[in-house]
Each structure stands twice: as structure tokens, then as C-alpha cells.
């Protein structure tokens, strides 16, 4: 069992440039998110989705598109990336939204540096 | 809106000292409160949770119970280990994703 699986693990952009980071989840959990984490400000949300075909905008979702085609991927795009976009990417999936208390799985992160 | 405050550290204790990581937090409604706990280089692993006012999270020797009436999940351990040597994460969540505190980085001396 994989669980949530990031790819890649570490990428550096030229500031303008355009990716996609990876997220896939083998739980069939309906529930995918995608956060970021900078020094002092703890993880912050940039977007999630309740379902495929559904996506909504977290805390922080300028300068990120997102996409949930099947249950089991969800791709974070910058389609121009800048320096401030430099942090750790992480994704997390959850059966029950944290409801029920099974909390979130979350991926190994991916490690973004814009120049 | 959601927000958790957690006291941000770093803590450093000695090995097997009591260990006690504060966090308050807003919300709307009746959150789920989880503690995570990340290791150098590595995600988030699911520490402990608790679903409803007065329920107790328990794992590894860490304990939480969820205080409605102080709006607390408090995380405590008996005797830390240098092994706990980490970030550990307080967060909360309505539905619509998990809110975060700062986060608090224990360093375990031996």
C-alpha cells in the first residue's frame, strides 16, 4: 500500500517557468488537498477537492491550478512560477474531511526552489 | 475563521523529562483536532486525534484530551525519549481542509 505518493521529491524552477507537481493516492479517499509549508508559518491550504470534477480554493491559492479528473490523482500547476513560490509541497488525502477522526495522510513533500 | 496558536520553541528538555506542547485554537462549529509530529526530511505523520469534546488522542506515550471550554488540545508525555526529537504540529479541521499551528520543534538532550 503506497498511500500518498509526491513526485518529484525535488525540482528548481527559472522564475516564469510553468510545472506540475504530482499527487496520487492509492486509499480511494475522495478527499485530496495541497499544502505548503514555509519557515515560521507552519502548513498553510492552497486548494482542495471533495471529489473528482470538484476543487475549491484554500488560504494561500494565487499563482496554483488545480484539476481532479480521477479519485486517485491531483496535480497542483504553476503556470508562471516566481521566488516567492519557493517552499515544500505537500499533499494529503482523507477518507472523511477529518470528521470522523482518520485524519489526513499526507505525501513526502516536494522541495521547490524559484531562482 | 479556524486558527490554532501553539507555542513555537525550540523546546529543549533532557531525556525523560515530562514534556507539555500548548494549543489553543478558533473555530466554527465542532473541529477534529489532530496532533502531527515531522521528523527531519520528512512529511507529516498523524501523531494522535480526538473527534469530540473530552475525548482523549493517545500514541506512543503522548496524550491529548479535547477541552471545549478552554478551546485546548494539549500534548503531554511522561518521559520523552531523544528519539521524539522533532516538529510537532497541532492542526484542526471543520471539513474544509486542516489549519495549522506554527508548529513546535522539541530537541531531546541525552
Known amino acids: 500500500n503506497a498511500g500518498v505518493t509526491q513526485t518529484p521529491k525535488f525540482q528548481v524552477l527559472k522564475t516564469g517557468q510553468s510545472m506540475t507537481l504530482q499527487c496520487a493516492q492509492d486509499m480511494n479517499h475522495e478527499y485530496m488537498s495541497w499544502y505548503r509549508q514555509d519557515p515560521g508559518m507552519g502548513l498553510r491550504l492552497i486548494h482542495y477537492s471533495v471529489g473528482a470534477g470538484i476543487t475549491d480554493q484554500g488560504e494561500v491559492p494565487n499563482g496554483y491550478n488545480v484539476s481532479r479528473s480521477t479519485t486517485e490523482d491531483f496535480p497542483l500547476r504553476l503556470l508562471s512560477a516566481a521566488p516567492s513560490q519557493t517552499s515544500v509541497y505537500f499533499c494529503?488525502?482523507?477518507?472523511?474531511?477529518?470528521?470522523?477522526?482518520?485524519?489526513?495522510?499526507f505525501g513526502s513533500g516536494t522541495r521547490l526552489t524559484v531562482v | 475563521g479556524n486558527s490554532v496558536t501553539q507555542m513555537e520553541g525550540p523546546v529543549t528538555l533532557s531525556e525523560e523529562a515530562f514534556l507539555t506542547i500548548n494549543c489553543t485554537y478558533t473555530?466554527?462549529?465542532?473541529?477534529?483536532l489532530f496532533w502531527y509530529v515531522q521528523y527531519p526530511g520528512e512529511g507529516l505523520q498523524l501523531l494522535l486525534k480526538a473527534t469530540k469534546a473530552d475525548d482523549k488522542g493517545s500514541n506512543k506515550g503522548f496524550e491529548a484530551t479535547y477541552r471545549k471550554e478552554t478551546t485546548s488540545f494539549h500534548l503531554e508525555k511522561g518521559s520523552v525519549q531523544v528519539s521524539d526529537s522533532a516538529v510537532y504540529f497541532c492542526?484542526?479541521?471543520?471539513?474544509?481542509?486542516?489549519?495549522f499551528g506554527k508548529g513546535t520543534h522539541l530537541i531531546i538532550q541525552p
Open positions: 492542526a484542526l479541521s471543520n471539513g474544509d481542509g486542516l489549519t
Open positions: 473555530a466554527t462549529g465542532y473541529p477534529s
Open positions: 494529503a488525502s482523507s477518507p472523511d474531511r477529518g470528521r470522523g477522526g482518520y485524519g489526513y495522510t
